[in-house]
């Protein structure tokens, strides 16, 4: 098979005209064109190798021989709709279900993290039967209609929040409104959650769900207080509505101590409702939600039914299936904590020589790198994290950044990342802060 | 690779617990567990072959060897998300556009009919600015909330209408308020609209879009009275709106002498955006959104990125550009003309013969049977239908219904549908037909 059909020149024009403008191109500046790939690295049209931090979706490796094996021998077989009796399907459900509490054990299998976020609204919606939504500020939950309006990040740019969508601030413990200093900062985010319920009560409004990302990954890879989820499910449920847990960019042992990132918040919690994405088929168009018995025989009940055409098809889950086979076999959640453990105390050690960096944070192969002008004030770097990014291209690192002001440079590779590519990014990171320092210093004295 | 993994049995009693019961299987009274197919027939666990009718997904046949190849060829090479830049998915757009009028040349690349459907709402609402829908009563436009919302085949069942929701009756020519004998129909039918949007303008709304599937399926397997989209068209953009066509089930050569389903309205009529799905990956998670530069540019012009992850992969793209290819290669156009064209000749032999044919209706691999008790009253045969069916399946051929009373018999198989195939099944609703007329005969000289 031909790498290249046309010169890159030819593709950006193609892509210009043909393609909406609205999808943009990683470094937009001067795009890669990527077209081979294997494991954590990328390959370019010329044969140039990147080492790739950010394919959360290739979770168990680009081009994993076993996903390809497993799709293709289930499409010689059979790819028809769910609407005939299949076992992949149910074995795929089972499998996911011994991952997960007892409580969640209905399933719907979709395409994407949008239409399993959707459909997990409907479900809380028509289990509640209230309509009102309590979501993070900063979150994105996909780019469907119904999930910009519970996104605070794209309904904000857009400048129309729904009445029926509620913000809460994002317990976020180095920028947000209770810090790493704050005795409780489980309690002191919950308590914002509970006088927001109130509010909406005081409107005469009642709320279907909470919806937060398990590990607020837009809003600056976040790492959620240990307690927060368990003290909002009691507000929420106690207002009659029910706790969504996203967990479509962190599920499948990405945080590496655990298969779910919500477990990441203690034995006593569990959501309604948890969504997942991303990683599931890695690259493969599969989603899905699953619930417990009582939501899902609650959206049974209304007669409607519910037919995805792809969703949950025998190729979809044959992928599924090899996914989960990876991550056992070779050990990619233990992975993920010894080689994530290790970039954070690396990164940890730049903290220390770097006063850039403001924090290191995160669990697993799921970390954030937060770039500062300023200890003090943690006013963000956003234009040096930029930098920072276009300078790891140069050395062939894909990178990028994520938060509100896009000063946090995100790591979430392909859970086959090593201990040498945990390195190399170290040293790499840390000589691009030295010239960066270097610099500075130069324009400082100039004036 | 084995075929079953659990006995049907066990199967089934695991689908019951796990997966929810929203989603139906077919003949749910007694399901059938399909564990091969090849082309146009499927295979039971007991090697058992049925006849398939309706997959309508499968468009170039059930796991045609050239699709799989292409999957697990690009699978071997590359996955990653459309952030980089590659070819597969500029060439594929670039195929689609020269299928299509000139007009119809910016392309979103995402993963199912519905996603396609909820862009094009946002699309229509960001290039007008305006909120309302007008749509074809019985319509089915997807799963998703935005979609629910404007069709009323799912929002009637819900007891609930938005109101930027405008319901305009379905143009069916043999069951509709204006039928065969009308010596106008597109006009009569266009009218209609003309004058729901002057009262949708009188309560100082503005109209966004006419949302229509090219068509309607779920509806019954109505063909639209040519000249109709064009009239609509020219209504619906004097207010400022856009025309939709929805092409999920209908493009993609199924009709046999066009391409796309709107060309059977005339070579005047081009919709504004297009959508498209269910055949395009012949069974992996594709569909696309295509549209004019300019409702392309007001899109981008709101600074608001749309990224879909899955979206217009590399692998995605190959198995699109395969399916292209095959359709050209074998003339599966010329293949739904002929044999669609000699399966409605056949039938409408049947209809001769059995006055509880009220029509039969269709283009190319696209046809409707619609059952009635009586040709005067055309009072649907609901019941008969479901018993066509269930008569059917014994005889290991797999039809449904649609139509807002569910009589009529739906034709939408794999577009290698054959003469031999059409032969067999005329030939057995014959037989069916006669039976159940001998059925009725022996009830009725009872009483």
């Known amino acids: 098979m031909a790498l290249e059909t046309f010169p890159k020149e030819q593709t950006l024009?193609?892509?210009?005209?043909?393609?909406?403008?609205?999808?943009?191109?990683?470094?937009?500046?001067?795009?890669?064109?990527?077209?081979r790939a294997r494991g954590q690295y990328l390959y370019d049209e010329n044969g140039l190798q990147y080492l790739d931090c950010i394919s959360n979706v290739q979770h168990v490796g680009h081009c994993h021989p076993s996903i390809t094996q497993a799709a293709s021998a289930q499409m010689e077989l059979l790819n028809a709709n769910t609407r005939f009796l299949h076992d992949n399907i149910v074995q795929y459900a089972d499998r996911l279900a011994a991952t997960l509490p007892n409580k969640l054990s209905v399933f719907y299998f979709v395409n994407s993290g949008s239409e399993a976020n959707d459909l997990a609204l409907r479900l809380a919606h028509q289990y509640t039967g209230h309509d009102d939504v309590v979501v993070l500020d900063h979150a994105y939950h996909g780019h469907l209609t119904s999930l910009i309006d519970i996104s605070p990040y794209k309904f904000r740019k857009l400048g129309a929040q729904k009445d029926w969508v509620h913000v809460a601030p994002l317990p976020d413990p180095y920028r947000g409104m209770f810090r790493e200093d704050h005795p409780d900062l489980a309690q002191a985010y919950a308590d914002i959650i509970q006088s927001l319920?109130?509010?909406?009560?005081?409107?005469?409004?009642?709320?279907?769900?909470?919806?937060?990302?398990?590990?607020?990954?837009?809003?600056?890879?976040?790492?959620?207080?240990?307690?927060?989820?368990?003290?909002?499910?009691?507000?929420?449920?106690?207002?009659g509505g029910v706790f969504v847990a996203d967990e479509v960019q962190t599920g499948f042992g990405r945080v590496g101590t655990h298969f779910w990132a919500f477990q990441l918040q203690g034995e006593d919690f569990c959501p309604d409702i948890l969504t997942m994405g991303k990683p599931m088929g890695n690259g493969h168009p599969l989603a899905c939600v699953v619930t417990t018995t009582e939501i899902a025989n609650a959206f049974t009940a209304n007669g409607v039914e519910y037919f995805n055409t792809f969703g949950g098809n025998?190729?979809?889950?044959?992928?599924?299936?090899?996914?989960?086979?990876?991550?056992?076999?070779?050990?990619?959640?233990g992975n993920a904590l010894r080689v994530g453990g290790h970039l954070k105390e690396l990164l940890?050690?730049?903290?220390?020589?770097?006063?850039?960096?403001?924090?290191?944070?995160?669990?697993?192969?799921?970390?954030?790198?937060?770039?500062?002008?300023?200890r003090e004030d943690r006013s963000p770097a956003t234009e040096e994290a930029d930098q920072v990014v276009k300078r790891m291209k140069e050395e062939r690192i894909v990178l990028?950044?994520?938060?509100?002001?896009?000063?946090?440079?995100?790591?979430?590779?392909?859970?086959?990342?090593?201990?040498?590519?945990?390195?190399?990014?170290?040293?790499?990171?840390d000589q691009i802060l030295q010239d960066l320092k270097r610099t500075h210093h130069k324009v400082e004295s100039r004036h």
């Open 13 to 35: 024009e193609m892509r210009k005209r043909l393609i909406g403008q609205s999808c943009r191109l990683f470094f937009s500046h001067d795009p890669v064109k990527i077209v």
């Open 197 to 239: 319920i109130c509010d909406v009560h005081k409107k005469g409004r009642k709320i279907s769900a909470f919806f937060a990302e398990s590990l607020p990954s837009v809003g600056g890879q976040i790492i959620l207080p240990p307690g927060y989820s368990s003290k909002v499910a009691e507000y929420v449920r106690a207002a």
């Open 314 to 333: 025998p190729v979809s889950c044959a992928i599924g299936l090899a996914v989960l086979d990876v991550i056992e076999r070779e050990d990619l959640r």
């Open 400 to 429: 990028s950044t994520d938060g509100p002001w896009e000063n946090v440079i995100k790591f979430k590779p392909p859970m086959c990342f090593s201990m040498e590519d945990a390195e190399r990014v170290a040293e790499k990171i």
């Open 348 to 374: 940890k050690q730049l903290q220390a020589k770097h006063t850039i960096i403001g924090d290191v944070r995160g669990v697993g192969l799921f970390l954030g790198l937060e770039l500062v002008k300023d």
